[in-house]
């Protein structure tokens, strides 16, 4: 709208043609250039609400950004080389500790359904690690070993027996064996229980477990269920 604002100031102070020009004091006409200027002819290319909220927004990162390399020794180089020095702890953090998970309780039992033979357990095992559901593997596998060990009375069948409370029992008839099982139970409890999610490699360990296990003779100065 060319000479809009000129036109509303031209008409408050009477000036144009042959007339004397007339002072006006400074507020009346800002009032009128302010109203001129208000009108939607003169907004509407202006940006929408979003553009300037994101333009505000970045204004603020930038300005954060400026301060937080200027109170960093080596300025924006050594903000960066910061980030990045916290983002490779955090990463390794992350990959030894593995996802956040919150420990349960109390264990649950180990066995929650029908009875099953170890034989029955092993091959529910292998069918789930061959589909890669490494998690209900390594939970089959760890009934197969505590039902093989009830199968041939190292331990005496007792339900609701939690996977800790079977590597106990069972270390005292094999205690060459007794690490491994306390692994072995962890591992069971971290994944039934735990929120973290089985490996190839926790399953292969405690497969491998069990098979020694077969072939093992237990202690013979150790009765099952007797006390340590």
Do not use: C, I
């Not at 042959?18 to 290319?45: C, F, I, N, W």
């Not at 553009?51 to 960093?72: H, I, Q, Y």
């Amino acid at each position: 709208m060319p000479g809009g604002v000129l036109t509303a100031v031209t008409r408050l102070t009477g000036t144009g043609g042959d007339a004397p020009p007339v002072t006006v004091p400074r507020g009346p006409a800002q009032e009128a250039a302010e109203r001129e200027l208000s009108k939607p002819a003169y907004h509407e290319h202006d940006p929408s609400w979003f553009v300037r909220a994101l333009n505000t927004f970045w204004e603020w990162v930038g300005k954060l950004f400026s301060a937080a390399s200027d109170a960093t020794p080596g300025g924006a180089l050594g903000l960066v080389v910061v980030l990045l020095a916290v983002v490779a702890v955090a990463a390794a953090l992350w990959w030894r500790l593995g996802t956040p998970h919150r420990s349960p309780a109390a264990p649950a039992p180990l066995f929650d359904d029908r009875p099953r033979s170890a034989a029955e357990h092993r091959a529910a095992a292998d069918a789930h690690a061959a589909r890669g559901h490494f998690d209900r593997a390594v939970q089959e596998r760890m009934r197969a070993l505590v039902r093989s060990l009830e199968e041939r009375a190292l331990l005496d069948p007792r339900p609701g027996r939690t996977a800790d409370e079977a590597a106990t029992e069972a270390a005292r008839p094999l205690p060459l064996h007794a690490e491994r099982l306390h692994a072995a139970a962890r591992a069971f409890d971290d994944v039934a229980y735990g929120g973290r999610s089985a490996t190839p490699e926790t399953y292969q360990r405690l497969a491998s477990l069990d098979t020694e296990l077969e072939r093992t003779a237990p202690s013979l100065t150790a009765t099952p269920g007797a006390p340590r």
